[in-house]
Antibody, heavy 128, light 111 residues
Framework: QVQLQESGPGLVKPSETLSLTCTVS????????WSWIRQPPGKGLEWIGY???????NYNPSLKSRVTISVDTSKNRFSLKLSSVTAADTAVYYC??????????????????????WGKGTTVTVSS | QSVLTQPPSVSAAPGQKVTISCSGS????????VSWYQQLPGTAPKLLIF???KRPSGIPDRFSGSKSGTSATLGITGLQTGDEADYYC????????????FGGGTKLTVL
């Protein structure tokens, strides 16, 4: 079955750029959306953003100015870059396979978003 | 401060039933589908419920989801000690906030 594995430095200095990669095995990165989520110590989940295999992206507005998510379909992996990090960016970072569906109703649009396969997570500490 | 509101904790005895609520607004739960995740201690979240009430393959029917208006509920019957975990609701948000929002999480204790 599909498995995801995060990789990257566990320690990043303040003001530098956090870079993580998520490698997808057991399935193709084509189709599906691919998300990054983080969880600060002792706190809840925060959505960072997602990418589709076409390269289209959607980011959390609170992080948008610092976030870049990219995909490398030839290597079946996608990546996260978060610039100008501070101690507030210390967290466990998860990558996940996501399904995003838009249903057009008579008047409104309805969205379904869920993450059905998760990586184990990688801890990133921001400290000098 | 999470966009979706969950109780910080719930508890019940083994074999009993528990419900976890998730309250939002018309921009999120009211007009979009809800998913639920279980996070066992020290592990990654796991999808329990999607599209309000659907269970992925392999999730026992002890877990159920429902939605009414701007609130959603996760139900767990036949509680087991292995169900002790944090539970998160999530959904799409059509307002100017993040497109994807979560509740703050609920710690389930099986007494």
């Amino acid at each position: 079955q599909v498995q995801l594995q995060e990789s990257g430095p566990g320690l990043v200095k303040p003001s530098e750029t956090l870079s993580l990669t998520c490698t997808v095995s057991g399935g193709s990165i084509s189709s599906y959306y691919w998300s990054w989520i983080r969880q600060p110590p002792g706190k809840g989940l925060e959505w960072i953003g997602y990418i589709y295999n076409s390269g289209s992206t959607n980011y959390n507005p609170s992080l948008k100015s610092r976030v870049t998510i990219s995909v490398d379909t030839s290597k079946n992996r996608f990546s996260l870059k978060l610039s100008s990090v501070t101690a507030a960016d210390t967290a466990v970072y998860y990558c996940a396979r996501s399904t995003v569906t838009m249903i057009q109703g008579v008047i409104n649009r309805y969205y379904s978003y869920y993450m059905d396969v998760w990586g184990k997570g990688t801890t990133v500490t921001v400290s000098s | 401060q999470s966009v979706l509101t969950q109780p910080p904790s719930v508890s019940a005895a083994p074999g009993q039933k528990v419900t976890i609520s998730c309250s939002g607004s018309s921009s999120n739960i009211g007009n979009n589908y809800v998913s639920w995740y279980q996070q066992l201690p020290g592990t990654a979240p796991k999808l329990l419920i999607f599209d309000n009430n659907k269970r992925p393959s392999g999730i026992p029917d002890r877990f159920s989801g429902s939605k009414s208006g701007t609130s959603a509920t996760l139900g767990i019957t036949g509680l087991q000690t292995g169900d002790e975990a944090d539970y998160y609701c999530g959904t799409w948000d059509s307002s100017l906030s993040a497109d994807v929002v979560f509740g703050g999480g609920t710690k389930l204790t099986v007494l």
